[in-house]
């Protein structure tokens, strides 16, 4: 996945992720009720409750003053992730010259541990930190536990920080060391780093609460005390507190959508509403707008006599397989081209086998889909034709028919050419995008609605050219003022200069070569307009065995800065720059770890660590940190870059059938440090059909 839409996405706003939610609704009604914080919790504070894998949440809240937007996702069953942005109604963000009357907003990210499973006598345990590499403002540590009791689910814990203000008692970590009796303020800490220093440290509070599972399922009741007194609140804001025991109910409206309504703090009502749902149980809906499945109709034809063009147009038409040519090796047929229409690979060879099954009579014995992408041949994948006619007719199951594929490199070997596709030169597309960033100094949400053509010209299959046009045809840029400072050159803070300077943009305009260097070596060059903000040339080399479970790749570059207008013309500013990148399946959950080390676009050398899960159904969790020879002082606000990101495959979410994937980043500040060139093209996503676990945790799919 392509983290780095720099310009016309800087971060994506909650509420495409609330919509992806609502798209991808799947039943959750197990799902534990959120916290105003985000995360499963009573009101003000955590339980030691987890959701079940692939569980994600959007919440929103309002206890005056405090505003909180609330996204929490459950990568693991043990792990929970959560990021957020709080509204200060009466604060300001800053100078009302620049931000008006704008609140004041802060954003934070946690995350929870569980430690062990409740069991029969001992309760579920988990350790947790709020705000940990953010401002600081709520920062807080906890650990809790909670045991259940019929319909009643009980927790007790102790807290440090925001939410153990009250400080009733003395740290009992004091016993390893008296440094832990003090909790160390920010300083001149410009936000952003593990706030470690302050982790557990200082006076301590208890807190602890009950929810109740009343007859009627879809009411919940829940109270606690909590160990805020309020009296230390940020910038300034203390709050009256007339009581600790905050009390509310929740309304499970249906399996996706939970509403809140409690009383806190003995004197404020807070309201609140939930969008939940588990994108790794997704299936998606019917796709209704797909073609209907081939009818079976057996063949007598010999493969000569047999009418390929004809073919070529029903295997794109109903396998979605752009088709460069057709062989025959032996009793073996092959179909070379590339996939347009399925994400998931065992749909596209199913509905090929069934093309196939239905030209050719006994003689053929197996049916190969050479998968390629950008010209380049990825995994040739097999089934025996017997045994895939005896699963449809329902003679063997799935584990028997398993046995029976196989993925393999492509190798050139000596085949009989049937057809050859004449290449296909131009492809465009025109299409309506909306892109936004949030928190911003000058307004909480900026706008962009733009009309893009993009457009390919291909001279061989391997050599093209790439054009990507915008048109911004709405947006609210005239609250755009803000220049972020910067220590170092801008590279990326140059954001509201792009965005504003001309109507119309070209934010790509590049040649492309791609080969296959080696059985398992790629090449990709490229020179042009590389991206909105650089253009250059540059070139990339992978090597990616089959079989295997990692990889590892390099890429050089010398780019310069583009100029405002995203024309042709370029600034002073030049660079080179380029990674080496080792790609890692560990073998446990689908895990995947990139570690990239190089330099970055500002001159700066350093490390990214990339690390997601990608489930059977193909939703990827993820997040990302940079680390360089830039200080934290150097780097301002934010101190490193890093990002959370989830991608959800559109076939997910719609009614037909589409290879493409939503793509949301949550990036917190966009600064010079660390930040990378944003290629159009890598060759790690071109050849992702290399993994096999899409296809064989789906291979169900090969009947549909």
Same mark, same amino acid.
């Given at each position: 996945?392509?983290?780095?839409?720099?310009?016309?996405?800087?971060?994506?706003?909650?509420?495409?992720?609330?919509?992806?939610?609502?798209?991808?609704?799947?039943?959750?009604?197990?799902?534990?009720?959120?916290?105003?914080?985000?995360?499963?919790?009573?009101?003000?504070?955590?339980?030691?409750?987890?959701?079940?894998?692939?569980?994600?949440?959007?919440?929103?809240?309002?206890?005056?003053?405090?505003?909180?937007?609330?996204?929490?996702?459950?990568?693991?069953?043990?792990?929970?992730?959560?990021?957020?942005?709080?509204?200060?109604?009466?604060?300001?963000?800053?100078?009302?010259?620049?931000?008006?009357?704008?609140?004041?907003?802060?954003?934070?990210?946690? %995350?929870?541990? $569980?430690?062990? @499973?409740?069991?029969?006598?001992?309760? /579920? #345990?988990?350790? &947790?930190?709020?705000?940990?590499? =953010?401002?600081?403002?709520?920062?807080?540590?906890?650990?809790?536990?909670?045991?259940?009791?019929?319909?009643?689910?009980?927790?007790?814990?102790?807290?440090?920080?925001?939410?153990?203000?009250?400080?009733?008692?003395?740290?009992?970590?004091?016993?390893?060391?008296?440094?832990?009796?003090?909790?160390?303020?920010?300083?001149?800490?410009?936000?952003?780093?593990?706030?470690?220093?302050?982790?557990?440290?200082?006076?301590?509070?208890?807190?602890?609460?009950?929810?109740?599972?009343?007859?009627?399922?879809?009411?919940?009741?829940?109270?606690?005390?909590?160990?805020?007194?309020?009296?230390?609140?940020?910038?300034?804001?203390?709050?009256?507190?007339?009581?600790?025991?905050?009390?509310? %109910?929740?309304? $499970?409206?249906? @399996?996706?959508?939970?509403?809140?309504? /409690? #009383?806190?703090? &003995?004197?404020?009502?807070?309201? =609140?509403?939930?969008?939940?749902?588990?994108?790794?149980?997704?299936?998606?809906?019917?796709?209704?707008?797909?073609?209907?499945?081939?009818?079976?109709?057996?063949?007598?034809?010999?493969?000569?006599?047999?009418?390929?063009?004809?073919?070529?147009?029903?295997?794109?038409?109903?396998?979605?397989?752009?088709?460069?040519?057709?062989?025959?090796?032996?009793?073996?047929?092959?179909?070379?081209?590339?996939?347009?229409?399925?994400?998931?690979?065992?749909?596209?060879?199913?509905?090929?086998?069934?093309?196939?099954?239905?030209?050719?009579?006994?003689?053929?014995?197996?049916?190969?889909?050479?998968?390629?992408?950008?010209?380049?041949?990825?995994?040739?994948?097999?089934?025996?034709?017997?045994?895939?006619?005896?699963?449809?007719?329902?003679?063997?199951?799935?584990?028997?028919?398993?046995?029976?594929?196989?993925?393999?490199?492509?190798?050139?070997?000596?085949?009989?050419?049937?057809?050859?596709?004449?290449?296909?030169?131009?492809?465009?597309?025109?299409?309506?995008?909306?892109?936004?960033?949030?928190?911003?100094?000058?307004?909480?949400?900026?706008?962009?609605?733009?009309?893009?053509?993009?457009?390919?010209?291909?001279?061989?299959?391997?050599?093209?050219?790439?054009?990507?046009?915008?048109?911004?045809?709405?947006?609210?840029?005239?609250?755009?003022?803000?220049?972020?400072?910067?220590?170092?050159?801008?590279?990326?803070?140059?954001?509201?200069?792009?965005?504003?300077?001309?109507?119309?943009?070209?934010?790509?305009?590049?040649?492309?070569?791609?080969?296959?260097?080696?059985?398992?070596?790629?090449?990709?060059?490229?020179?042009?307009?590389?991206?909105?903000?650089?253009?250059?040339?540059?070139?990339?080399?992978?090597?990616?065995?089959?079989?295997?479970?990692?990889?590892?790749?390099?890429?050089?570059?010398?780019?310069?800065?583009?100029?405002?207008?995203?024309?042709?013309?370029?600034?002073?500013?030049?660079?080179?720059?380029?990674?080496?990148?080792?790609?890692?399946?560990?073998?446990?959950?689908?895990?995947?770890?990139?570690?990239?080390?190089?330099?970055?676009?500002?001159?700066?050398?350093?490390?990214?660590?990339?690390?997601?899960?990608?489930?059977?159904?193909?939703?990827?969790?993820?997040?990302?940190?940079?680390?360089?020879?830039?200080?934290?002082?150097?780097?301002?606000?934010?101190?490193?870059?890093?990002?959370?990101?989830?991608?959800?495959?559109?076939?997910?979410?719609?009614?037909?059938?589409?290879?493409?994937?939503?793509?949301?980043?949550?990036?917190?500040?966009?600064?010079?440090?660390?930040?990378?060139?944003?290629?159009?093209?890598?060759?790690?996503?071109?050849?992702?059909?290399?993994?096999?676990?899409?296809?064989?945790?789906?291979?169900?799919?090969?009947?549909?």
């Amino acid at each position: 996945m392509n983290r780095l839409e720099y310009i016309r996405r800087r971060c994506t706003c909650l509420l495409s992720l609330a919509g992806a939610l609502v798209t991808c609704a799947v039943h959750s009604q197990t799902a534990p009720t959120q916290s105003d914080f985000g995360g499963a919790g009573l009101w003000q504070t955590p339980t030691a409750r987890m959701a079940n894998e692939g569980e994600v949440a959007f919440t929103a809240s309002r206890t005056s003053p405090y505003t909180r937007y609330n996204f929490t996702l459950q990568p693991m069953s043990w792990l929970e992730g959560s990021f957020r942005y709080i509204s200060i109604s009466n604060r300001l963000y800053g100078s009302p010259s620049l931000s008006g009357d704008q609140s004041y907003k802060d954003k934070s990210i946690d %995350a929870k541990v $569980r430690l062990w @499973r409740e069991s029969h006598y001992l309760p /579920a #345990l988990s350790v &947790g930190i709020r705000d940990l590499g =953010g401002t600081g403002l709520f920062s807080s540590e906890y650990v809790v536990a909670s045991k259940r009791f019929g319909p009643i689910d009980a927790s007790f814990g102790m807290a440090w920080g925001y939410m153990g203000n009250r400080g009733d008692i003395r740290n009992p970590l004091s016993i390893l060391s008296d440094r832990f009796d003090t909790r160390p303020g920010r300083g001149d800490d410009p936000g952003g780093q593990f706030n470690s220093h302050n982790y557990f440290r200082g006076r301590a509070t208890f807190f602890g609460g009950v929810s109740y599972q009343t007859p009627w399922q879809p009411l919940i009741l829940k109270a606690e005390y909590e160990g805020n007194d309020y009296k230390h609140e940020p910038r300034g804001n203390n709050q009256p507190q007339r009581s600790p025991v905050n009390v509310g %109910a929740v309304y $499970r409206m249906n @399996r996706n959508v939970d509403l809140s309504l /409690a #009383l806190e703090r &003995g004197r404020v009502a807070m309201l =609140g509403f939930t969008l939940h749902s588990n994108l790794a149980e997704a299936a998606g809906p019917p796709k209704v707008l797909d073609p209907p499945l081939p009818a079976r109709a057996p063949s007598t034809q010999t493969p000569e006599q047999v009418d390929w063009a004809k073919v070529s147009g029903q295997l794109y038409d109903n396998a979605g397989i752009d088709v460069s040519k057709i062989t025959r090796r032996g009793s073996e047929v092959l179909v070379t081209g590339e996939q347009t229409r399925y994400f998931y690979p065992a749909k596209a060879l199913g509905r090929t086998a069934r093309v196939l099954d239905n030209q050719l009579g006994p003689g053929t014995d197996w049916y190969t889909m050479v998968s390629t992408r950008a010209g380049m041949p990825i995994v040739a994948t097999s089934v025996h034709r017997q045994r895939f006619d005896e699963l449809l007719d329902y003679n063997i199951d799935l584990p028997t028919f398993r046995r029976s594929v196989e993925q393999d490199t492509p190798l050139p070997q000596r085949e009989e050419v049937l057809y050859q596709a004449k290449p296909k030169r131009f492809d465009g597309s025109l299409s309506m995008n909306f892109g936004e960033s949030l928190g911003g100094p000058d307004a909480f949400v900026l706008y962009q609605v733009s009309a893009d053509y993009d457009a390919d010209f291909h001279f061989t299959p391997n050599f093209w050219w790439s054009g990507d046009f915008s048109a911004n045809l709405l947006n609210n840029y005239g609250h755009y003022k803000y220049n972020a400072p910067s220590n170092l050159p801008r590279v990326r803070t140059y954001v509201r200069e792009y965005l504003t300077s001309s109507r119309i943009t070209m934010p790509v305009f590049q040649l492309t070569a791609t080969r296959r260097l080696g059985a398992d070596l790629y090449g990709l060059a490229y020179a042009g307009m590389l991206e909105s903000m650089y253009g250059g040339a540059g070139g990339e080399v992978l090597y990616r065995p089959m079989g295997e479970r990692w990889a590892i790749g390099a890429d050089a570059n010398w780019v310069k800065q583009r100029g405002f207008d995203q024309d042709f013309s370029f600034r002073k500013y030049h660079i080179v720059t380029g990674h080496v990148t080792a790609y890692a399946d560990l073998g446990y959950k689908d895990i995947t770890l990139a570690l990239s080390a190089g330099r970055y676009l500002a001159g700066d050398w350093g490390t990214t660590i990339d690390v997601s899960r990608q489930f059977r159904n193909g939703v990827r969790m993820g997040a990302y940190a940079t680390f360089t020879n830039v200080s934290a002082k150097q780097y301002g606000e934010g101190s490193f870059d890093k990002g959370i990101y989830v991608s959800i495959p559109f076939d997910l979410m719609l009614p037909s059938s589409h290879v493409r994937t939503a793509d949301i980043l949550w990036q917190p500040l966009l600064r010079d440090g660390g930040a990378r060139l944003g290629k159009r093209y890598s060759l790690y996503d071109l050849t992702n059909d290399r993994d096999g676990d899409n296809f064989q945790d789906n291979l169900q799919k090969i009947t549909e």
